[in-house]
């Protein structure tokens, strides 16, 4: 078991950069992916971005170019740097950690992008 604790997220102009944090309550090292994930509204929950415990990493084409996943370990954390900010990546940003046969959600964090 595992909880997650997202931060981070704010209110930010178009062409604007972000870093979404997700702090875990232990060691991560043996997770084996975590990914952050969106929500907007009225919207389904999509995959932003995911990380394996070995280091790979899949986006969305939506922001392959723009988003950067990573993971520290000896911080248990796993992060979202987010650049070039568009006006639909507004939602709320949970990040998941994939255990062997389930899944862990933080409550997320609110990501608005606006002029």
């Known amino acids: 078991q595992v909880q997650l604790v997202e931060s981070g997220g704010g209110l930010v102009q178009p062409g604007g950069s972000l870093t979404l944090s997700c702090a875990a309550s232990?060691?991560?090292?043996?997770?084996?992916?975590m990914g952050w994930y969106r929500q907007a509204p009225g919207k389904e929950r999509e995959l932003v971005a995911r990380?394996?415990?070995?280091?790979?990493?899949n986006y969305a084409d939506s922001v392959k170019g723009r988003f950067t996943i990573s993971r520290d370990n000896a911080k248990n954390t796993l992060y979202l740097q987010m650049n070039s900010l568009k006006p639909e990546d507004t939602a709320v940003y949970y990040c998941?950690?994939?255990?062997?046969?389930?899944?862990?959600w933080g409550r997320g964090t609110q990501v608005t992008v606006s002029s």
């Open positions: 998941r950690a994939d255990m062997t046969t389930l899944y862990y």
């Open positions: 232990r060691s991560i090292f043996s997770i084996s992916a």
């Open positions: 990380i394996t415990r070995g280091g790979s990493t």
